[in-house]
């Protein structure tokens, strides 16, 4: 049957109409002018699935209150570093800055705001600047570039107020740089030889038969750090500078930062109490955790647990964590979910895979694989579909700079076509949204680290200010809180649309196309109770192509379409449509999904892969449909009797995928399918 729909007024702002006149429109099945802010639920009882992310560098954000740009004159160590003509140095960006752009925030239907580390920092380290929050010395009270403790709580009331979630970055891998080796060093801190980058790492054998280094802090820095155990020595690894391989990359210091040995019982106990207090006193919604594949897996085993348990007994329900991997592989990423027992991690493997497809080039199907993989992060707490996802960051670099390099003879039209195809794709996947702020500018960057941390107030550093920026003929000269701007209107659109349907947040994920021949792309949606098909297809190419894909319902309702506008048909089970280049379809199903009925679940042979066990299943349906929808959990029975939930699984091929340790003493597999209709049916398979 074919629809038709109601045209959206194009996103594009009369300022820069002129320079966007061929840029694509989105259209949704209402007409309005200006986006409809989302009705969000409220932020103590939201669950993660339905935030959208806003992840923003405040030094970088807006100035608020110029009085603090310096820091801290009392305490010398965190003044100083304003240079707003280099993009090394402090740029004057505040909590009261964050605060007096809530509604802009607001404006483009982001949901919970994540903050790069707002402790207490060394300003000025070697020839370097704390702008970024990473150098903490005092874990107990802010910065004073970025203002004060109450001016944080002022800011997460405010938002709060708002509906709006806040989320603190937070380090446990490692301290500023205070602790120096005399081998390493001189007396003044500065490296023996000019040449000399970094100090050599010893291994663990080697500081076995004594071959350690002699420790040193310099005058006057004894007593810096905050709580005071942390000035003591015996708590770090004190073994030189991580090469980022084997062991040195969990013991070594992270570019000379001081690095924690959090194998230690009291350090455990103390770095837990350390942000007990901060959760205690700030009330955020939650933390992302730096570095977290520096740091000894059982730590997590114990922080995680007792972070989460001590944010939902002082009245946060929701508290939720995500840790930094910096991994795209997902037996590297889920490591730390599954074993490690963190709730979530952001999921590098959607940055990759999806910069490589849309923004270079590359072979689609690794966007398939992607989902497929999904598997490695089923477990009986957490899944997929908690994962935070994200185009570009503060380390990586943007989105604009990715299609500016991967695609540097496409016009700047195709340019802002593939920002905002690439964010629809990940607002409508499994996962959480997190943009990067300025993507929703334009801002492109020259490549990552503070190449890819420009200012949103009116900048002074020459190299952003010659950047071409996406969707706009502004600058980074200019004031970039432009509400007006095609991508932060079409992100406010996704947001509205996303937020609008259960499926979109927590539904089931289902690959359905992966044509890479002809770059097409489908998947499904599913929400377990409403028990309707979404389907988002997209066209991931520079040719308009047609998309045909088999189908259950007799009917679909377009929701939203970016870069196209053509009819879709439905005749026999089959639905067509054409795809402009570079575009992007939301369908909703007329009807609910067909249950097929599960004749049979059988376990297949275990085998082993990337340091996992799978146990695959094989399910029969007696009438097969299109996405033949089950739910498959998989428990573990000790040699007692005893059952435990190993995962549960959603999508073909159906399996667990779990670390060897998982298994000890467990004696047989038993197997439970259904057919979210009540139905279900059984299968063992003794190990």
């Known amino acids: 049957m074919t629809l038709r729909i109601k045209t959206l007024a194009a996103l594009v702002a009369s300022a820069s109409l002129a320079l966007m006149a061929c840029s694509p429109a989105s259209t949704t099945t209402e007409d309005k002018s200006a986006v409809t802010l989302p009705t969000v639920s409220n932020y103590l009882t939201r669950d993660i699935q339905e935030d959208v992310f806003y992840f923003v560098m405040p030094d970088r954000f807006h100035n608020a209150d110029s009085s603090n740009d310096n820091g801290d004159p009392v305490r010398k160590i965190s003044q100083g570093g304003l240079d707003k003509t280099s993009k090394w140095a402090f740029h004057g960006g505040d909590m009261q800055g964050v605060e007096a752009k809530l509604d802009y925030i607001q404006g483009m239907g982001v949901t919970a705001i994540w903050m790069t580390p707002l402790l207490r920092n060394r300003a000025i380290q070697n020839d370097g600047f704390g702008h970024h929050g990473y150098w903490v010395i005092d874990f107990t009270e ?3 570039h970025f203002g004060t403790n109450e001016d944080l709580k002022s800011l997460i009331n405010a938002a709060h107020e708002r509906g709006i979630k806040v989320f603190f970055d937070i380090i446990t891998n490692h301290t500023a740089d205070v602790i120096k080796y005399k081998e390493c060093h001189k007396p003044d801190g500065t490296y023996l030889n000019e040449e000399q980058n970094g100090c050599q790492y010893k291994t663990r054998e080697q500081v076995a038969t004594g071959d350690s280094y002699t420790l040193f802090v310099m005058d006057g820095e004894s007593d810096v750090k905050t709580p005071a155990w942390l000035n003591d020595p015996q708590y770090y690894n004190n073994q030189g500078d991580s090469f980022w391989e084997g062991e040195s990359a969990v013991y070594g210091d992270f570019a000379g930062l001081d690095d924690i040995d959090t194998r230690q019982a009291f350090v455990v106990e103390g770095m837990t109490d350390i942000f007990k207090n901060l959760i205690s006193e700030f009330k955020p919604d939650g933390f992302r955790i730096d570095t977290v594949k520096h740091v000894d897996l059982s730590f997590w085993q114990q922080f995680g647990p007792a972070i989460v348990s001590h944010a939902q007994d002082i009245g946060i329900p929701k508290f939720h964590i995500f840790g930094e991997v910096y991994d795209g592989n ?26 490589d497809a849309l923004y270079f080039g590359q072979d689609i199907n690794r966007i398939g694989h992607l989902f497929d993989n ?19 960051n503060h380390d990586a670099g943007r989105v604009g700079h990715f299609i500016q390099k991967g695609m540097p003879n496409e016009d700047a039209a195709t340019h802002l076509q593939r920002s905002i195809l690439s964010h629809a794709y990940m607002y409508f996947s499994r996962g959480v949204p997190v943009v990067y702020y300025g993507d929703e500018q334009g801002f492109s960057g020259d490549g990552g680290d503070v190449d890819a941390r420009e200012n949103m107030d009116p900048s002074l550093v020459d190299s952003y200010n010659d950047n ?24 406010a659109e996704l947001s509205n649309v996303r937020q609008s349907h259960k499926a979109l947040m927590r539904g089931i994920h289902q690959n359905r196309l992966v044509d890479d021949a002809n770059r097409l792309n489908a998947f499904s949606r599913v929400d377990e109770v409403e028990q309707v098909e979404y389907l988002v297809l997209s066209n991931m190419g520079t040719e308009p192509k047609t998309l045909t894909l088999e189908v259950d319902a007799s009917d679909y309702e377009v929701l939203y379409q970016y870069a196209t506008s053509s009819e879709i048909e439905v005749i026999e089970g089959k639905l067509t449509t054409e795809l402009a280049p570079l575009s992007i379809k939301l369908l909703k199903a007329s009807e609910k999904a067909k249950m097929a009925e599960i004749a049979s679940v059988q376990l297949k042979e275990t085998y082993v892969e990337n340091d996992r066990i799978f146990i695959p299943a094989e399910i029969l349906f007696k009438g097969d449909t299109k996405l033949n929808l089950a739910r498959v959990a998989f428990f573990a029975v000790d040699e007692n009797g005893e059952e435990s939930l190993i995962s549960e699984d959603t999508t073909f091929p159906y399996r667990a995928v779990v670390m060897p340790e998982r298994l000890a003493n467990v004696k047989t597999i038993k197997v439970i399918a259904s057919n979210m209709m009540g139905k279900s049916v059984e299968g063992s398979l003794a190990l």
């Open 142 to 144: 802010i910065d004073p």
């Open 330 to 355: 997902p037996a590297g990423l889920s490591k730390y979910t599954t074993a490690g027992m963190l709730p979530s991690v952001l999921d590098f493997g959607f940055h990759f895979n999806i910069k």
């Open 374 to 392: 999904d598997d490695y992060y089923r477990d009986h707490d957490s899944g997929p579909d908690i994962l935070l996802n994200f185009l570009g």
């Open 468 to 491: 071409t920026l996406l969707g706009t003929s502004k600058t980074t000269a200019d004031d970039n809180f432009d509400t007006s701007h095609p991508i932060y209107q079409a992100l």
